[in-house]
């Protein structure tokens, strides 16, 4: 096992009985994000996938409220989750949020969709992250095998100037409790 500065990776060795070859599998986080952490570099979409939006650069220099959800257009996502942070967008901009992101592991053409439906134009950007690599990269996916497989829990996050400063995650991976726009401490 080995840390660099933002993530913790081990290597897996599988050992094929009665071989002594050795295959070694992709490095892989085994540690979530915590806070202190500073983002990783991930490539997410907005809109389409010709739009790319670095997520390290878009957090940086300013204060930045992200929430990820299991699916768009699920029940829990598009009941509570997201119109909780639609309500509250300008009340965050007004004390100093610069960005207020959705990212769910979808690809960008379905969560423009579902962020038209919740008029979240102008208040919460809505990100795709349609490989889970952004997902992957903190440590914070989970199998969902309803939604296809592969998806984000569901968490809340304040970053400030690159770092976490706040980190809210779903004990179970997917409830409806401290990642909601009303429990996310930002002003400090
Ligand atoms: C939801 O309604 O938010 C949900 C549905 C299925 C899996 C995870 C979340």
């Given at each position: 096992?080995?840390?660099?500065?933002?993530?913790?990776?081990?290597?897996?060795?599988?050992?094929?009985?009665?071989?002594?070859?050795?295959?070694?599998?992709?490095?892989?986080?085994?540690?979530?994000?915590?806070?202190?952490?500073?983002?990783?570099?991930?490539?997410?979409?907005?809109?389409?996938?010709?739009?790319?939006?670095?997520?390290?650069?878009?957090?940086?220099?300013?204060?930045?409220?992200?929430?990820?959800?299991?699916?768009?257009?699920?029940?829990?996502?598009?009941?509570?989750?997201?119109?909780?942070?639609?309500?509250?967008?300008?009340?965050?901009?007004?004390?100093?949020?610069?960005?207020?992101?959705?990212?769910?592991?979808?690809?960008?053409?379905?969560?423009?969709?579902?962020?038209?439906?919740?008029?979240?134009?102008?208040?919460?950007?809505?990100?795709?992250?349609?490989?889970?690599?952004?997902?992957?990269?903190?440590?914070?996916?989970?199998?969902?095998?309803?939604?296809?497989?592969f998806r984000s829990k569901r968490?809340?996050?304040?970053?400030?100037?690159?770092?976490?400063?706040?980190?809210?995650?779903?004990?179970?991976?997917?409830?409806?409790?401290?990642?909601?726009?009303d429990k996310i401490k930002y002003?400090?």
């Open positions: 096992m080995f840390r660099t500065a933002t993530s913790v990776t081990r290597g897996v060795v599988a050992v094929v009985k009665g071989s002594s070859r050795a295959i070694h599998t992709t490095l892989l986080r085994m540690a979530p994000v915590q806070v202190g952490d500073t983002l990783p570099s991930v490539d997410l979409f907005e809109d389409s996938p010709a739009n790319k939006v670095n997520i390290a650069e878009l957090v940086s220099g300013k204060k930045v409220v992200l929430f990820a959800v299991p699916g768009a257009f699920t029940p829990g996502c598009s009941k509570t989750h997201l119109p909780g942070y639609v309500q509250n967008a300008d009340k965050m901009k007004a004390d100093g949020v610069g960005e207020v992101v959705c990212v769910s592991v979808n690809d960008p053409y379905v969560m423009a969709a579902w962020g038209a439906q919740h008029n979240t134009k102008g208040k919460v950007r809505m990100l795709a992250d349609p490989n889970g690599n952004f997902i992957k990269a903190l440590d914070l996916g989970t199998n969902l095998p309803p939604l296809g497989g968490f809340s996050m304040v970053i400030n100037d690159g770092k976490v400063q706040e980190l809210n995650v779903e004990p179970d991976g997917t409830g409806l409790s401290c990642s909601l726009a002003k400090n």
